[in-house]
């Protein structure tokens, strides 16, 4: 399974975690919302993703106007080539992989620092989180249905 997650921000966060693992990481910087939508159709039609993770906005209006929009770009990218789209929560994340769900960014790159030593972006900490947090629910889920 192909996992292309997206941290959103000013900043976004781009990890891609194939069968081989992460293979991919990025920080990606954009001018506006159609430099956006190219860049993910681009990453879309690269790896062909089996799922798209990104972050579910929920605090301060200001982001939560930006990151919706940027979301909503997202959204139309995966509709357009029928790959699911997981909204995800911070919080939740944060509380299954790393134990606490008032975890600092700070926090997040130390967790991970050990494991991907040549990575220095919180936002590429926080897609690889998110990616982590859905192979962990999944695993869960499906020991209780067993």
Not at 41 to 63: A, G, I, Q, S
Not at 78 to 86: A, N, S, V
């Amino acid at each position: 399974m192909i996992i292309l997650s997206i941290d959103l921000g000013k900043e976004c966060g781009i990890a891609i975690k194939t069968n081989q693992g992460i293979e991919f990481t990025e920080e990606y910087k954009f001018k506006n919302f159609s430099q956006l939508q190219t860049y993910v159709k681009h990453l879309v039609m690269l790896w062909k993703p089996d799922l798209v993770l990104c972050p579910y906005p929920t605090r301060f209006y200001n982001t939560i106007l930006k990151h919706g929009k940027m979301l909503g770009v997202i959204c139309a990218v995966c509709e357009l080539r029928d790959i699911p789209l997981i909204e995800v929560q911070d919080k939740s994340c944060k509380k299954l992989v790393i134990g606490k769900g008032n975890a600092k960014k700070g926090d997040i790159a130390e967790y991970y620092k050990e494991y991907y030593p040549d990575i220095d972006s919180e936002h590429i900490f926080d897609a690889i989180m998110f990616i982590d947090w859905y192979l962990k629910a999944v695993e869960k889920a499906a020991k209780r249905l067993t």
